[in-house]
């Protein structure tokens, strides 16, 4: 096998599911599947307050998960074996743990609020981080207070961002999460899919006089990104009638300074990054800069702060008490002992609707890995499927599944203590369904409990023996619940760093690199020969037949339109 120079291959000492905590860990397992939760309260009146934490504005309640204390013990033990404490300090040190790339993983650097240098190959990375965010604040100071004009001296109004994964799913689901904090007069849109309705229908919202276009792209070879950009450029350019205006309506955020100049960006309106920034860890640098326009820098800053105490809680708390650590590590045992395929997020505040998907990409992109980090095949799974949708609606869509589907799935529910947006007693109304959700997953009803509440509703004997077995909920369904004081920037931050470092705890329990993603490559090589070849005209021969077949019927459709 072919192997990069970069890749080190230090084996393994002890294969993870060889490790007699693993053993343990599956006897637990044993255990507890004769245990049901609601015994597990029951038992234990003080439940909520041993397995719950409070740090960085989020109370973490993960009381209602199948465990106890020899679980949680274990787990921990297990990390310890697998080197966790080293590895954070290895991340958080600018080693080279990405190592398929020969990349640091250095997002915490970016929202490190101290006085600390960060070194990356020797070298403090911090002036530099420092500098990019006083670029950052002068010129959303400028756009904000109408200074940054365009062409035609008409101060901006609306700002489209331009990219796909990191560099649209962070800060499109922070602009929404933090809504209450966007300036009034200012709107922030996000153009990421190729599909040309997504540029199109926002063009048509905006006027080429007051719009920002903020290109973002790690590479800035990414083609969706630039097939947008260049539509954008070329309709720009046509309303206003001058190359020159493009100057006043493009920015870019990329660590590519040439492609950036090749494009026709003025490198002076460039916000660089780092390579040693993953794309979806990358909101906390330049590509959140549409974010900050829309908040304003002093509030971006505050979300840093927010990431950044979590930060420090996570390298410095014990793993017992150590919020990413005891997410992960649960993660884990569902995964691999209980044997969950599936994990939902459910923020119950609708300006968390992008929460989900950001956390499909963070969570799948980092450990969806089949090989370990010594480029061996696991054998065992890693990364769950990550979905959901904002309560209450997803009760009126899937929940029907998780309360008496034939699978478990823990659930993330997040919820915020105060709102924004107080309207008569909703904010109540949508706390008790978060609660009672994760009570009812809990508890569940029993037969005997169907049976009570059909003879109240004065049903006959008959009707109850019919109608009874459908009523009856396994319950023993695990859920952790994260309680937010209030979605401000700075509990933003702490909650995307607390997931942040739970997928790293995770990857570091399966022992595979969650910064490289090459599992997207493969696609995007063959959509560019296929591209090519549809460009071509040509009957098309060369890939399987189904393939084939699908892309003569478009070259036939093509022929056929006037
Ligand atoms: O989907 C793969 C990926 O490389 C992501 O990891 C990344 O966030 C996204 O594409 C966008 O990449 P870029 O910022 O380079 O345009």
Redesign the pocket.
Known sequence: MLKNKHVKTTPEPTPLTELPVWQTLEAHQQRLSQVHMRDLFAADPKRFSRFSLDHAGILFDYSKNLMDDSVMSDLCALAEQRGLPDQIERMFSGETINATEGRSALHTALRNRGPSAVYVRGEDVMPDVISVLHKMRAFTDRVRGGDWVGYAGDAITDVVNI?????DLGPVMAVQALAPYVKDDLRVHFVSNVDGTHIAETLRKVNPRTTLFVI???????QE?LANAHAARRWLVEQAGDEKAIAKHFVAVSTNLQAVADFGIDTDAMFGFWDWV???F?VWSAVGLSLALAIGIDRFEAMLEGGHEMDQHFREAPLLRNLPVLMGLLGVWYRNFIGTHSHVIAPYDQSLQRFPAYLQ?LEM?SNGKQVDTTAASVGYHTCPVIWGEPGTNGQHAFFQLLHQGTEVIPVDFIAPIETHNPVADQHRLLLANCFSQSEALMRGRTLGEAIDELQEQGLNDAEIEALAPFKVFPGNRPSNTLLLDQLTPKTLGALIALYEHKVFVQGVIWGVNSFD?WG?ELGKKLAKTVVDELDAGLVVSSHDSSTNGLMNRVLAAIQQTP
């Open positions: 990219g796909i994964g990191g560099s973002v792209s790690k590479t800035f070879t990414t990104t993953g794309g979806r990358s990409q992109e993603q997207v």
